[in-house]
């Protein structure tokens, strides 16, 4: 059996800490490199190899493959929504290139499987409301929609065209306490969390009934590990997979934190994000996930949210 060697690619990132971790646990800590522009994220310190590296480097990330040894990658680096209609060059230069960078080096290098997430962002205005559909009307209005779809694309490509093992998942709106996130229009829910423990009141940049599909973190790492340890035959969808947790809105996750914190106050100023979010699905069918690598989630928001507050807390 071939001795697996891993390097996650933007591990200091809100996912990258959680997932890096996981695979320590599964492939051990010297086979998981952590990589990153900026610098190691305390929460890996002590825990495995750490390397400083820019994606964007091809020739600094493909010397790094060949003296570590390395056969698998995760590569998280990317701009995402809110930041991207920021700097919309940027997030396509980032969010296009870096992927290519990896796609390239996967071929020539053979490497065993690579792992690029998408987004339910790849989906706009056009695309249902309701149950989104694994393939259905895609027309996405943000950069990072338009990078995410077109990099769905490439990923299909080189798996047909020159047989490299890469696979994705179209994350929903990631929810954790460890690692702060990144620059999304779902990042509402993450700091609606913080704010109500720490000012027991919240000002959120969405509408109060803007319903988007989210997830927690340890079904997002959950439903990662099992698309990469599924049997290649398994795998149907070489763009990517949609795959649901929950949804809800401001005023439900608001609803939510006020059991566990009673006078907890909401109120809701929406700005350039309300358009971001208006232009994404609010639920998401996740049926073909669940057939062809029995994807199932675990946790629903009031289980989420007291895990949040419980964590938090410590
Ligand atoms: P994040 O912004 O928290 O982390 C990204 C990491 O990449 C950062 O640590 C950053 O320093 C690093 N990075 C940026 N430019 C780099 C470069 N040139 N070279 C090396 N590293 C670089 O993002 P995240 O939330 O952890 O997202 C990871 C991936 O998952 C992204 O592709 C994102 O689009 C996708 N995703 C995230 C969510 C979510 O809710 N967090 C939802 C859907 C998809
Ligand atoms: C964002 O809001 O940009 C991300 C995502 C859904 O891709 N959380």
Not at 23 to 48: C, F, H, M, Q
Not at 70 to 87: H, R
Request: aromatic fraction near 10%.
């Amino acid at each position: 059996m071939v001795k697996e060697k891993i390097l996650v690619i933007g591990a200091s990132g809100q996912i990258g800490v959680e997932l890096t971790l996981a695979l320590r646990k599964i492939y051990g800590n010297n086979n998981v490199i952590a990589s990153d522009l900026r610098e190691e994220n305390p929460l890996l310190k002590g825990t495995g190899p750490y390397v400083s590296m820019d994606v964007m480097n091809k020739e600094m990330l493909h010397v790094q493959v060949i003296r570590q040894g390395i056969t698998q990658i995760y590569l998280l680096a990317a701009i995402l929504s809110a930041t991207g209609e920021k700097n919309p060059n940027l997030a396509w230069h980032l969010n296009m290139q870096g992927l290519l960078n990896v796609l390239d080096i996967a071929r020539e290098e053979k490497l065993s499987k690579v792992y690029w997430p998408s987004s339910i962002a790849v989906f706009g205005p056009t695309s249902p409301k309701i149950n989104c559909p694994q393939q259905t009307i895609i027309e996405p209005t943000t950069v990072y929609g338009i990078s995410k779809y077109a990099g769905e694309f490439w990923c299909n490509y080189y798996f047909n065209r020159y047989g490299v093992d890469v696979r994705s998942i179209r994350y929903p709106g990631l929810i954790s306490y460890k690692s702060a996130p990144g620059g999304g229009t779902t990042d509402y829910a993450i700091e609606i969390f913080h704010e109500a423990l720490e000012e027991k009141k919240y000002q959120c940049f969405l509408k109060e009934d803007t319903y988007l599909p989210m997830m927690y973190m340890e079904d997002a790492i959950k439903a990662t590990l099992q698309l990469m340890e599924a049997p290649a035959s398994n795998i149907t969808v070489r763009t990517s997979y949609n795959v649901s947790g929950m949804s809800f809105s401001p005023r439900e996750i608001a609803e939510e934190i006020k059991k566990h914190i009673p006078d907890f106050t909401i109120d809701y100023k929406p700005d350039y994000r309300q358009a971001i979010a208006d232009s994404w699905p609010q639920s998401i069918d996740d049926s073909v996930a669940r057939k062809d690598w029995g994807w199932q989630e675990d946790y629903n928001l009031e289980k989420m949210t007291k895990e949040m507050f419980d964590n938090i807390s410590k």
